[in-house]
T-cell receptor, first 113, second 111 residues
Framework: DAGVIQSPRHEVTEMGQEVTLRCKPISGHNSLFWYRQTMMRGLELLIYFNNNVPIDDSGMPEDRFSAKMPNASFSTLKIQPSEPRDSAVYFC???????????FGNGTRLTVT | SQQGEEDPQALSIQEGENATMNCSYKTSINNLQWYRQNSGRGLVHLILIRSNEREKHSGRLRVTLDTSKKSSSLLITASRAADTASYFCAYGAVSARQLTFGSGTQLTVLP
């Protein structure tokens, strides 16, 4: 089991550019979560999917953020256009079902200059 | 999502000592979980305690849950330098399907 795989590990981009973060959950897990972690705000849930369907996207900060899960083995989080305040570590996590222990990827550290 | 509160925010102890971290929350829960995060890595699940349980052990970890006070504690006994990490509680609210994470405790174990 390779665990949850995120790419890229680091992303540096200029303000206004589009950023796409990718996640491959653990096979067989029905729930997928995107979190953002900053020193100021801690760990924030952005959106989560159950069986590929978005269940709660109330944590998505703005329309600049969008997430998709086209199939059970892949999800993307897109920011367009990116802003410096989006700089954070973005984590993807998966679990067999709601409220089960989460399995986190190692995150994507995003820096927007 | 509203975060749980953890204290202390930071804790520094000597190797061999015990470390206690506390977590408080505000809603009815199904379970409460503790996670560990090493620098630059994702969170790793440590232990889960259900709302009808009061205490649970796993190796050097001991977790307690007091639903009347809406609080939990994580005790790490005989700490090691390798225990240095951030520790987060996370709870599954009855009214929600996803976990809410606390603000975390940064533990430093000095060799």
């Amino acid at each position: 089991d390779a665990g949850v795989i995120q790419s890229p590990r680091h992303e540096v981009t200029e303000m206004g550019q589009e950023v796409t973060l990718r996640c491959k959950p653990i096979s067989g897990h029905n729930s997928l979560f995107w979190y953002r972690q900053t020193m100021m705000r801690g760990l924030e849930l952005l959106i989560y999917f159950n069986n590929n369907v978005p269940i709660d996207d109330s944590g998505m900060p703005e329309d600049r953020f969008s997430a998709k899960m086209p199939n059970a083995s892949f999800s993307t989080l897109k920011i367009q256009p990116s802003e410096p305040r989006d700089s954070a570590v973005y984590f993807c996590a998966s679990s067999p079902q709601d409220s089960s222990p989460l399995h986190f990827g190692n995150g994507t550290r995003l820096t927007v200059t | 999502s509203q975060q749980g509160e953890e204290d202390p925010q930071a804790l520094s102890i000597q190797e061999g000592e015990n470390a206690t971290m506390n977590c408080s929350y505000k809603t009815s829960i199904n379970n409460l979980q503790w996670y560990r995060q090493n620098s630059g890595r994702g969170l790793v699940h440590l232990i889960l305690i259900r709302s009808n349980e009061r205490e649970k052990h796993s190796g050097r970890l001991r977790v307690t849950l007091d639903t009347s006070k809406k609080s939990s504690s994580l005790l790490i006994t005989a700490s090691r330098a390798a225990d240095t990490a951030s520790y987060f509680c996370a709870y599954g609210a009855v009214s929600a399907r996803q976990l809410t994470f606390g603000s975390g405790t940064q533990l430093t174990v000095l060799p």
